[in-house]
T-cell receptor
């Protein structure tokens, strides 16, 4: 299957700083990518849908000014957590759909810890 | 919005078939049933999807009832590596987003 890669796999940052997470589709072009967050022992919660060359669409309750999403190319989307606080500590996962739009492929996730 | 109901947890003996049920009684005609699984601290992995016919691939079989209100994912010979959370997702044919419900935590026991 198609490969989606996230970087970094884990990151620790100080409260008040910003953190950028990258999501790349390695062997296909992804016009649409998705960002999820997952708290311990909970399911994945969709945060936003990222479309190449246009503004991301955020799910209800997700602060777009705090979670900045950029999808500048067909193979790269980035999520920046701005002014991170300890409550932003979570597992962030991206996914991308192929041109056939039948499957979503997921990255391995990024564990963010804000101290 | 998650439109599926799954049991929170199940056990299965290694080597036996694991049958994971999913209720999607409000599914509409233009919605597929997808199954993904998530092994601890990893991204979800695609397993299988179907519209109304039963489907089989190298990983699993998907049995969808005739009225499409429920389905069962079958892992024919469960191994310890199949221990994971299994998510049943309903998604529009023309849609983009995958909304995850609570899933079933499957534990394969030696």
């Amino acid at each position: 299957g198609a490969v989606v890669s996230q970087h970094p796999s884990w990151v620790i940052c100080k409260s008040g700083t910003s953190v950028k997470i990258e999501c790349r589709s390695l062997d296909f072009q992804a016009t649409t990518m998705f960002w999820y967050r997952q708290f311990p022992k909970q399911s994945l919660m969709l945060m936003a849908t990222s479309n190449e060359g246009s503004k991301a669409t955020y799910e209800q309750g997700v602060e777009k000014d705090k979670f900045l999403i950029n999808h500048a190319s067909l193979t790269l989307s980035t999520l920046t957590v701005t002014s991170a606080h300890p409550e932003d500590s979570s597992f962030y996962i991206c996914s991308a759909i192929t041109g056939s739009n039948t499957e979503a492929f997921f990255g391995q996730g990024t564990r963010l810890t804000v101290v | 919005d998650a439109k599926t109901t799954q049991p929170p947890s199940m056990d299965c003996a290694e080597g036996r078939a694991a049958n994971l049920p999913c209720n999607h009684s409000t599914i509409s005609g233009n919605e597929y049933v997808y199954w993904y699984r998530q092994i601890h601290s990893q991204g979800p992995q695609y397993i299988i999807h179907g519209l109304k016919n039963n489907e089989t691939n190298e990983m699993a079989s998907l049995i969808i009832t005739e009225d499409r209100k429920s389905s069962t994912l079958i892992l024919p010979h469960a191994t310890l590596r199949d221990t994971a959370v299994y998510y049943c997702i309903v998604r529009k044919i023309s849609g983009n987003q995958f909304y995850f419900g609570t899933g079933t935590s499957l534990t394969v026991i030696p």
